[in-house]
């Protein structure tokens, strides 16, 4: 079990301690997924953001899931690897009210005005309007579990408890059961992930609570109604390679919703930007080529198609160049600001996030480098296809050559030649014109345009050593 937001706070002190403070507010009970369909349509209404963080599904996905919440359904949510169906699940805890009442001891977060386990109706029983009550936060009713082969009922639902029999109880006093993860988040949202690698006799166990909303453990004659949102994920390439969901399991769900990588490059480059947990500069033009390269991967035939690429390997990449980034600052005491060049050693690493063709055995790396300098020249054709780089050109046509590398100061690589008049409106044309124009960001446009005028074949470029020198074409034509 996770929870997808911070620990929860301290309840407020102004908050009803007692049963009977509670019914004094003026309280009312309402079911989990009335209590998510109220607080949808108001953010609906307010124009709020649904979802917070999710991209690139504002117009295909989301309004999928809006629709199916109002209609109370649980949901399914199918898709390939890293398209953020379990980031979208976990946001679903935002759609909660902050605070629950329940009363305080209880295992499955029993409603104070109608509590369902035997142990909260005997408090309220015995106690009457003096029972405490306890505050969840919304934080706290989210409960999540990776399906896995080992998975068994007694994780999911629950099972005896030797040590409670050994005090004292009896087997048939329900209160001798140790409740698994599904009662434990009763009155919230449980997730399932990887729902065909649970095995079908699990499966079964969850059948009653999709449907009756109740448990039934080891034979008791116990009814625990339970109020839940039930999420599920899963992989279409699951249903046959490693498992599948049971025929009766996907009829008690009430929506399957299918998931898809972002369609657009601005939407890759956003999500890159707001997941990569960065330790350098990496400007926006880097940003782009690594988004256009995923989206490159995905759509290689040398790639197996069936598996996808995860938003992940997109995510890796970038930090990976910011990674490249602060080693070379830590050698030579440069600014820390990520360059095209830096790409090259970062291209091998990647190799193990992508599912290649067998036919490519041997090739992989190969097949990523090409497909990055693809998606180089393709970002140099968008930002600098009718930018006038003729100064540039001039500089090496007069015998000049710049040079940079893996260990090359950015202030070096700009003194080698890169200092030439429009620098600054090239900066501005790959960056965009609120751009800060250091020294780092400077040598980082110089070296995108110089890779970009090489990929292109109007300038030269040497490699020896470590250092990449670009020049003049041998006849010194443009």
């Known amino acids: 079990m996770s929870s997808p937001t911070p620990p929860a706070p301290g309840f407020p002190s102004d908050l009803p301690r007692t049963l009977g403070a509670l019914r004094a507010s003026g309280y009312e009970s309402r079911t989990v997924k009335e209590e998510i369909r109220a607080n949808l349509q108001a953010r609906l209404a307010a124009g709020e953001p649904t979802f917070p963080g999710i991209v690139g599904f504002d117009d295909t996905v989301l309004p999928q899931v809006e629709r199916a919440l109002l209609a109370g359904h649980d949901i399914v949510m199918l ?76 994780d999911l639902i629950g099972d005896v408890d030797p040590v409670k029999v050994a005090e004292g109880r009896t087997l048939g006093d329900p209160e001798t059961i140790h409740f698994g993860l599904v009662p434990r988040t009763n009155r919230g949202i449980f997730a399932i992930n990887e729902l065909p690698d649970l095995a079908e006799r699990i499966q079964v166990a969850l059948l009653n609570v999709l449907e009756e909303r109740d448990i ?16 599920a994920s899963a992989n279409p390439e699951d249903y046959t390679n490693r498992g599948r969901i049971i025929t009766p399991m996907k009829d008690r ?107 490519e055995e041997g090739r992989e790396v190969e097949v990523l480098v090409h497909l990055s300098r693809k998606a ?34 950015g202030p070096e690589l700009l003194a080698s030649g890169g200092q030439f008049e429009g620098l600054g409106r090239l900066v501005a044309a790959l960056e965009g014109p609120d751009a800060e124009p250091t020294a780092g960001i400077a040598a980082a446009c110089v070296e995108m345009a110089l890779e970009g005028l090489w990929l292109t074949r109007r300038i030269d470029k040497d490699e020896e050593g470590g250092r990449i020198t670009y020049a003049a074409t041998m006849t010194g034509q443009e």
């Open 253 to 359: 769900f009430g929506a399957e919703i299918s998931t898809h990588y972002p369609y657009d490059v601005q939407h890759e480059v956003d999500l890159i930007a707001q997941e990569a947990d960065v330790v350098a500069v990496v400007p926006r033009h880097l940003l782009e080529i690594v988004a256009r390269f995923t989206r490159l991967v995905r759509e290689s035939g040398a790639v197996d198609q069936r598996s996808g690429v995860s938003a992940r390997f997109a995510i890796a990449a970038t930090e990976a160049l910011a990674g490249a980034a602060l080693r070379r600052a830590a050698i030579t005491g440069d600014a820390p600001v990520a360059r095209v060049g830096d790409l090259a050693g970062v291209v091998p690493t990647l190799r193990g996030k992508v599912e290649f063709e067998v036919s």
């Open 376 to 409: 180089v020249a393709e970002t140099y054709r968008r930002h600098l296809g009718g930018f006038d780089l003729a100064p540039l050109i001039t500089v090496l046509d007069e015998g000049g050559s710049i040079e940079t590398g893996d260990l090359v100061r």
């Open 216 to 231: 039934q453990v080891r034979g008791y004659t116990l009814r625990l109604p339970l109020d839940l949102l039930v999420m």
């Open 79 to 154: 898709g390939e690897r890293g398209q953020g169906k379990t980031r979208l699940i976990r946001t679903l805890v935002t759609l909660l009210d902050e605070w629950m009442p329940v009363v305080e001891g209880s295992e499955v977060n029993d409603d104070p005005l109608a509590p369902v386990s035997a142990y909260g109706r005997r408090r309220v029983a015995e106690l009457g309007d003096d029972t405490p009550i306890a505050w969840k936060h919304r934080s706290e009713r989210y409960g999540e579990k990776l399906a896995t082969p080992d998975t068994s009922v007694g």
